[in-house]
């Protein structure tokens, strides 16, 4: 059939606006790239599209991982991941492994072990945590992207409380038996606002309304300390978006 002009004008409106569409997002995926390699310390994620998302934790530490050195940046990353990686296959099989004897971690390993900031992976204590607060696993190391508010993150441990086998959680106000519960182990200085920003920010995408902090440190004798628990998440949800909203007029991402 034929097209009248009015038709056609306004065809030619749609395939500009489509045109318009596709270069401003080829745009963008090109200055993020170029982020990425200026800033190093800026963790993404893959989001639609072929968009990258800054991690959640790239967006709560803007104002410190880039006032610390990359040397010891690394080697604080190093230790908490050979000690998320143990813990890992703890609760996937229930044994107690040696760092050393974990294939893919032995270079993190040998960071940490050589590393000039003398950190240690033998003073914190997860197995003895998990004797007194056991908990009903989930899904480990679970990936959250968020579309709408563009940022991506890992939480650590989804699980909940078993009324079944509560442990110690009694002792700890305010947590839900029986309900989904997002856990994070922290093996450094235990900041409660960043961490709760943190959890929630995976919180809210899967509809969870609690969350605790595992704090594993060498300042008790046991090794780690009681955890620390929230449910108001969208209090904290609220404070990690306008921590999000300050990344992107910093970085443009």
Request: aromatic fraction near 12%; charge should be neutral; hydrophobic fraction near 40%.
């Amino acid at each position: 059939y034929e097209l009248d002009d009015r038709a056609i004008k306004e065809r030619q409106q749609e395939l500009q606006a489509m045109c318009v569409e596709q270069f401003n997002k080829v745009a963008t995926i090109l200055y993020q790239e170029k982020v990425a390699k200026a800033y190093k310390q800026i963790r993404f994620y893959e989001g639609k599209e072929g968009l990258k998302y800054p991690s959640t934790t790239s967006i709560i530490n803007m104002d410190t991982d880039f006032f610390m050195s990359q040397e010891d940046l690394y080697q604080y990353s190093c230790r908490g991941y050979c000690i998320h990686k143990a813990i890992e296959i703890f609760l996937k099989t229930g044994k107690v492994v040696l760092y050393k004897e974990i294939p893919e971690i032995a270079f993190e390993v040998m960071t940490v072990l050589t590393g000039s900031l003398n950190l240690s992976l033998e003073d914190v204590n997860f197995v003895g945590f998990f004797a007194d607060y056991p908990v009903k696993i989930i899904e480990l190391e679970k990936t959250i992207i968020n579309d709408d508010e563009k940022y991506g993150g890992r939480l650590d441990i989804l699980c909940q409380v078993d009324s079944k086998n509560p442990g110690k959680w009694g002792k700890v106000e305010g947590v839900e038996f029986d309900k989904d519960l997002v856990m994070d182990v922290k093996t450094g200085v235990l900041d409660k606002t960043k961490g709760f920003m943190q959890q929630a920010s995976y919180c809210k995408p899967l509809g969870v309304t609690q969350t605790v902090l595992i704090p594993l440190n060498k300042d008790t004798v046991q090794g780690f300390s009681k955890p620390v628990f929230t449910n108001k998440i969208d209090s904290y949800f609220s404070m990690f978006l306008a921590m999000r909203k300050r990344f992107f007029n910093r970085f443009g991402v």
